[in-house]
């Protein structure tokens, strides 16, 4: 079974940075997309930012010029930089992968980390 285990978050104040990782593991052959996405308190999960195992990435409108999304595909993991912070990005942030396992096609997202920003 896939895992993905999400690391960094916490409070920060507007303007400030903070990065976020998630690692997958578990049988993994390769993966294909991975993603981060946000889901604030009474909204619904929207996704934030996305990559391919190729490296082509795509971004919600609201975080273009202040997010960046990056992998690493030897340790299957994912990242994302996250600069100009605003009270609106306050949310929990769930990471997603897609992919092949030994086993078949998998897709999992970790257990979510949570991203305040106020002063």
């Known amino acids: 079974q896939v895992q993905l285990v999400e690391s960094g978050g916490g409070l920060v104040q507007p303007g400030g940075s903070l990065s976020l990782s998630c690692a997958a593991s578990?049988?993994?052959?390769?993966?294909?997309?991975m993603g981060w996405y946000r889901q604030a308190p009474g909204k619904q999960r929207d996704v934030v930012a996305t990559i391919t195992r190729g490296g082509r990435t795509n971004y919600a409108d609201s975080v273009k010029g202040r997010f960046t999304i990056s992998r690493d595909n030897a340790k299957n993991t994912v990242y994302l930089q996250m600069n100009s912070l605003k009270p609106e990005d306050t949310a929990v942030y769930y990471c997603?992968?897609?992919?092949?396992?030994?086993?078949?096609?998998?897709?999992?997202w970790g257990q979510g980390t949570q991203v305040t920003v106020s002063s």
């Open positions: 997603n992968a897609e992919g092949g396992t030994y086993y078949g096609p998998f897709g999992s």
């Open positions: 578990g049988g993994i052959f390769s993966i294909n997309a």
